[in-house]
């Protein structure tokens, strides 16, 4: 092994040492100065500071972000793993749907360096796509709004926007319950709906019943939003998320099928973005394949994918015995 490391060095063949780093990459296409010099200065920066250094360009300029991404997906094909990673760190901050193939294959990397960057520019990749998308929706619904229903959904993305979600909270529980013949108390003391849902024990938290209502909303939009939502206060908050688990999983479990998907969604959210948070749920995940609820279902599919990857053997031996049972 070291007789054929010193035999690439002398041919000038790098090696890849994992951490070893260079002076930089120079592209080999024919592209702007002012791209070539974009990539040297990306991949001879330190880790830290690549995507500083990428959100300092100019964004903006689409020809100039097109001919720069193309330079990065090609140094990713670089002998040394130190650019390779870099490059990888800089399409997580520039990089768009043109560049996850490329990002895919350097998921694969030898060097697990590189391959963990590429996976953290797929996943910035993807919660941008999904921003962006929430964004898009959200203004449809907000220009689109043409009766009454859609306007209201309206003014509940606009006042969740400015930070006054809470103070809707009675409005949008009024709502909810103008759409059923029975009511459940509601911790508290007001009462919601239980055609929206309810637990066994016949308790709903105000805010879950707010949030149930934007989620079926007929206006996707808005429930793509809540969705989106949804996503960050998961990142933002992981300790309270990981003490809310048993809660929205007993709703995945329990109640009527509005509140299953509900609790399925968030079940689903958290898989993927920690889904170590469910390693005592996964046979409430088993359990949640066989509801009736198409979107459970569902939900819970994702979910378990998820989690497969963290506890393998375990959810192997959970489908194993779910065999056996039928």
């Known amino acids: 092994m070291v007789d054929r490391e010193l035999d690439d060095i002398a041919k000038k063949k790098p090696v890849d040492v994992g951490g070893e780093t260079g002076s930089g990459y120079t592209p080999d296409g024919d592209f702007p100065d002012r791209v070539v010099d974009a990539v040297e200065e990306l991949t001879s920066a330190d880790d830290e500071g690549v995507e500083d250094v990428a959100e300092e360009l100019d964004a903006d300029d689409e020809g100039f ?148 209502r934007l989620l079926e909303s007929d206006n996707d939009g808005v429930s793509k939003v809540v969705g989106s ?11 309270n998320a990981e003490d809310e688990m048993n809660h929205y999983v007993e709703m995945m479990e329990e109640g009527r099928p509005v509140l299953r998907r509900y609790g399925s969604r968030f079940v689903e959210v958290v898989s993927d973005v920690d889904p170590v948070m469910l390693e005592n749920h996964l046979e409430s995940l088993m359990t949640a394949l066989e509801d009736e609820d198409d979107v459970v279902q569902e939900n819970a599919e994702a979910a378990l994918a998820n989690v497969t990857g963290e506890f393998p053997n375990r959810v192997a031996e959970l489908v194993a015995e779910d065999k056996r049972n039928r």
Do not use: W
Not at 88 to 103: H, I
Not at 229 to 239: G, N, Q
């Open 65 to 212: 972000i097109a001919d720069l991404r193309e330079a990065l997906e090609e140094a990713l094909d670089d002998d040394l793993s130190d650019v390779r990673a870099k490059a990888a760190r800089a399409l997580g901050v520039l990089g768009g749907d043109d560049n996850v193939d490329a990002l895919r294959d350097a998921s694969k990397d030898k060097s697990i360096d590189v391959a963990n960057a590429a996976t953290e520019a797929l996943q910035s990749i993807r919660l941008r796509d999904e921003e962006d998308e929430a964004d898009e929706d959200e203004e449809d619904a907000v220009e689109g709004a043409e009766d009454g229903d859609a306007a209201e959904d309206e003014d509940v993305v606009e006042e969740e926007d400015a930070g006054s979600f809470e103070d809707d909270a009675a409005e949008e529980q009024g709502d909810v319950e103008d759409q059923v013949e029975e009511d459940v108390e509601v911790e508290g003391g007001s009462t919601v709906g239980s055609g929206v849902a309810e637990l066994d024990d016949g308790t709903l938290r105000l805010s879950d019943a707010v949030v149930l």
């Open 229 to 239: 939502s949804m996503r960050h206060a998961v990142e933002s908050y992981p300790d």
